[in-house]
C-alpha cells in the first residue's frame, strides 16, 4: 500500500478523476459530480487526498481486510460487473455510475446524510532488476478505484471516511480483478453485503 500512497500528493498525484454522489439518510441521491481531478483548487485537492488516502493507509488485516468476489458475485447486473465497466470506461459513462449509486442507496443506510467519492487511480508498476531493486521503466499499469464513504455536512463536505473499499485488490505488485480490499466492512456488512464478497 505504502506504493500507492507515496503517489497520492499534490505535486505526484495518479489520480485522474473524481466523482461521486450525495445521498441523504433514507438512500435517496441528492446530486452527483464528476470532474478532472487536477481542476480542483489545490486546497480542495489536498482535502479529498486525505479522504483517498485514508483507505490504503488503514491498518491492514484489522481495518483494511481483503475479500474475493466468488462466482456468484461476478454475474451479468453484478456489482463487480458495475465496477469493472466503471474502471473501464474512465468514469466517462454516467449512466453506469449512476445505477451504481442507485444500487447502493438502495441498500447502504445510514441516520445521516453522506456522500460516496470515487476516486480514478493509474499507478505505473516500476520494474524490478535482477536483484528485485526497482528500476524506472514501469513493467505495467494498476488502474485502481478508491470509493470512500463519508457523512458529509450541510456543504456536503465529507467528514471523515466511515467505510469504503480498493478495487481491484492490489497484491504482489499487480490488481487482482476478483478481489478487493474493503475498509470497516466488519463495522458496516451492508458494504460486504453490496459487494457480494466474502473472506476467503
Same mark, same amino acid.
Given at each position: 500500500?505504502?506504493?500507492?500512497?507515496?503517489?497520492?500528493?499534490?505535486?505526484?498525484?495518479?489520480?485522474?478523476?473524481?466523482?461521486?454522489?450525495?445521498?441523504?439518510?433514507?438512500?435517496?441521491?441528492?446530486?452527483?459530480?464528476?470532474?478532472?481531478?487536477?481542476?480542483?483548487?489545490? =486546497?480542495? +485537492?489536498?482535502?479529498?487526498?486525505? /479522504?483517498?488516502?485514508?483507505?490504503?493507509? &488503514?491498518?491492514?488485516? !484489522?481495518?483494511?481486510?481483503?475479500?474475493?468476489?466468488?462466482?456468484?458475485?461476478?454475474?451479468?447486473?453484478?456489482?463487480?460487473?458495475?465496477?469493472?465497466?466503471?474502471?473501464?470506461?474512465?468514469?466517462?459513462?454516467?449512466?453506469?455510475?449512476?445505477?451504481?449509486?442507485?444500487?447502493?442507496?438502495?441498500?447502504?443506510?445510514?441516520?445521516?446524510?453522506?456522500?460516496?467519492?470515487?476516486?480514478?487511480?493509474?499507478?505505473?508498476?516500476?520494474?524490478?532488476?535482477?536483484?528485485? =531493486?526497482? +528500476?524506472?521503466?514501469?513493467?505495467? /499499469?494498476?488502474?485502481?478505484?478508491?470509493? &470512500?464513504?463519508?457523512? !458529509?455536512?450541510?456543504?456536503?463536505?465529507?467528514?471523515?471516511?466511515?467505510?469504503?473499499?480498493?478495487?481491484?485488490?492490489?497484491?504482489?505488485?499487480?490488481?487482482?480483478?476478483?478481489?478487493?480490499?474493503?475498509?470497516?466492512?466488519?463495522?458496516?456488512?451492508?458494504?460486504?453485503?453490496?459487494?457480494?464478497?466474502?473472506?476467503?
Amino acid at each position: 500500500m505504502l506504493e500507492l500512497t507515496r503517489r497520492m500528493t499534490t505535486s505526484r498525484n495518479c489520480f485522474h478523476r473524481i466523482a461521486g454522489a450525495y445521498f441523504d439518510r433514507e438512500g435517496y441521491v441528492d446530486g452527483t459530480f464528476n470532474t478532472h481531478f487536477q481542476k480542483l483548487k489545490k =486546497a480542495e +485537492q489536498e482535502q479529498k487526498l486525505r /479522504v483517498a488516502k485514508t483507505i490504503p493507509f &488503514a491498518k491492514t488485516n !484489522v481495518e483494511l481486510k481483503e475479500y474475493h468476489f466468488p462466482e456468484s458475485s461476478q454475474k451479468q447486473g453484478s456489482v463487480w460487473q458495475f465496477l469493472n465497466a466503471i474502471l473501464k470506461a474512465d468514469f466517462k459513462n454516467d449512466g453506469i455510475m449512476d445505477t451504481f449509486y442507485e444500487m447502493f442507496g438502495e441498500q447502504y443506510h445510514e441516520d445521516h446524510d453522506y456522500g460516496i467519492f470515487f476516486f480514478l487511480g493509474k499507478y505505473d508498476i516500476p520494474r524490478k532488476g535482477a536483484d528485485h =531493486a526497482s +528500476q524506472w521503466e514501469s513493467e505495467d /499499469v494498476y488502474p485502481f478505484l478508491i470509493c &470512500a464513504v463519508c457523512p !458529509v455536512d450541510s456543504d456536503y463536505e465529507p467528514q471523515g471516511v466511515e467505510s469504503g473499499f480498493l478495487f481491484p485488490a492490489y497484491k504482489n505488485g499487480a490488481g487482482i480483478l476478483n478481489m478487493v480490499n474493503v475498509f470497516r466492512g466488519d463495522e458496516h456488512p451492508e458494504i460486504l453485503e453490496i459487494l457480494g464478497v466474502e473472506k476467503r
